[in-house]
């Protein structure tokens, strides 16, 4: 089966009762217009999307199939992140935070509260937040929501 736009989300309405099959897309592929994949089902499914992909990404729960009995919806698995909280006292080190980040061309995200954020794992990266007074970072495994995204630096070459 070849899936060539988003329907809707999972939770609408139109899909309640359906059966709920999912396809793995990994956080990093979510701005690719084209996959193949095997759903958890078993099912082999290709994904083509319009260009629109190359803004908007793949997001958890995306129905990209429907028919009258099930969906297909899209699952972003978890993948390593750091977990970056500036401590209460010294808010303003979000901004070096910020920038730090930014200038590493990494990806990243709002985290629970205003003093949490998230950033897909790499080793350089959490020792260069360790060293941000008053911030900390750990190594978590997180589901990445791009409706989250302060910044997102995956599809940077798509022009």
Partial sequence: MVCEKILGSLYEEKFAGLSVDYVEIQWHEAFTRLHRKTSGQGEDVGIRMGHEILKRGLRQNDVIYADSEKVIAVRIPPSEAIRMTVDKEHPHQIAKLCYEVGNTHT????????????????????????????????????????GQALSSSVNDHHH
């Fill in 107 to 146: 990806s990243m995200f709002r985290g629970e509260d205003a003093y949490t954020f998230y950033a897909p794992y790499h080793e350089a990266l959490l020792d260069k937040v360790d060293r941000i007074c008053g911030v900390t970072g750990e190594k978590v495994l997180k589901s990445f929501d791009f």
